[in-house]
Structure formats: C-alpha cells, structure tokens
C-alpha cells in the first residue's frame, strides 16, 4: 500500500529561524514528489517537485532534497517569515499500472511567533 | 488564485440530508479531483474525472457519487449523510490525467449536525 509519512506532525519555531520538515514514502514505483503548502481555509499550492533523478531543487526560501534509495525527501526552510505559518505536505505520486494518483501525507503544521 | 472555484464555501446540514458541492476547473483543464480532509486528517483522494469521464476512484463511499459535465465542471453528491461527513472537500484540477501538479480550489466546509 502506498503510504507517506511526515515528520513531525507540528513545529513552532521563532520568525527569522530555519526549520527542516521530514517525508519518508513508500510509493512504488516512484515517478515524482511535491511538497504543497496549505495555509488555513485554503487549497494546497505546489512548492516544488522532484524527480527519480534530482537531488535538491530551491524555490526562493524552499529547499527540497531527496533521496531516492532511502526514500526520503525532506522541505527546507531558511529565515523563517510569518507568512510561512501553513501546513506543509509532502505528496508522491506513482508511475504503474495505469495508476497516477498522488498519494498525500497528513501534513506537518509550521507555525512561526514573531 | 488558482482559477478552481467550489461553491459553497461552507454547508450546514441534517443527518440523514442529502447535498451537491460544485466544482468548476482551471480554463483549459481536463481533469477534475474530489478530495475530502477531515479534521487531523490528510487529503483522501474521493475519485478522478477525465474529459467527463471517471479515470480513477478512491475511498468514495457508496453514499457519494459525482460527475464531469460536458463543460467540464464537476458536481460531488453526498446522501445520507452522517456526522463523520463532516469535512472540508475540495475539488482539484490538471490538465492531464496523469500529472501529480494539481490546482485546488478553496474547498467546501460541510457541517452535518
């Protein structure tokens, strides 16, 4: 069954801060992952995807990695605003079977004080 | 904005009632995504429509159905409905069926009392 997993499920850091979000995925064959932010009462927005093949890809203040043999990817986020208060999640989507349906994780909550 | 627009915003109803929750995609979409988020919940995939036909069904229960227009704008029916139902539901489009980059509407807040 194809599953992801985010870590940790809520985070409160201080503005200016640096936080790391984790993502461990068990989607098989893998084709891609994003990683959406949510703010509150509204659609996800995709931040980046990546690819088998990539390693890192930056989006401004957004920094993603993945791994693809350990299955791991995690969201990197440098000098934290409050406007990056939101739910961050992490989604893989598969490549088989006729199947191309995302799979979502719960998402980790990312609350930023001033 | 992400040009995906659901009406309501937010529905209060009775149990055992029944309600449509309407979806219309990004100009040039194809392909329409219900999704149901309950509270500490991750977005459960409901079903997919491809160019007014179904391409991929998730945990939909039986109780909901939904459909593709031939504009291409989307309805989700849910009957008999239950306290559990109550949830945010969103409708997301693609411009293919097999594209991971999905946009969202803001979502539709059901409340069954």
């Known amino acids: 069954k194809n599953q992801v997993e985010q870590s940790p499920q809520s985070l409160i850091i201080l503005e200016g801060k640096n936080c790391t979000l984790q993502?461990?995925?068990?989607?098989?064959?893998?084709?891609?992952l994003r990683w959406y932010k949510q703010d509150t009462g509204r659609g996800p927005v995709s931040l980046t995807i990546m690819t088998f093949s990539e390693n890192t890809k930056s989006n401004g203040r957004y920094t993603a990695t993945l791994d693809a043999d350990t299955k791991q990817s995690s969201l990197h986020i440098t000098a934290s605003q409050l406007s990056d208060s939101a739910s961050y999640i992490c989604v893989v989507s598969p490549n088989s079977g006729g199947s191309y349906i995302p799979t979502f994780g719960r998402g980790t909550s990312l609350i930023v004080h001033p | 904005d992400s040009g995906v627009t659901q009406t309501p915003k937010h529905l209060i109803t009775a149990t055992g009632q029944r309600v449509t929750l309407r979806c219309s995609p990004r100009?040039?979409?194809?392909?329409v995504y219900w999704y149901q988020q309950s509270l500490d919940q991750g977005l459960q995939f409901l079903i997919q429509?491809?160019?007014?036909?179904?391409?991929a069904k998730g945990n939909i229960l039986e109780r909901f159905s939904a459909q593709q227009f031939p504009d291409l704008h989307s309805e989700l029916n849910l009957s008999s409905l239950e306290l559990g139902d109550s949830a945010l539901y969103f409708c997301?489009?693609?411009?293919?069926?097999?594209?991971?980059?999905?946009?969202f509407g803001s979502g539709t807040q059901l409340s069954v009392l």
């Open positions: 100009s040039g979409d194809l392909s």
């Open positions: 429509y491809y160019n007014g036909e179904e391409r």
């Open positions: 997301a489009s693609s411009t293919r069926w097999d594209t991971s980059k999905l946009f």
């Open positions: 993502c461990n995925y068990t989607v098989s064959p893998f084709s891609n």
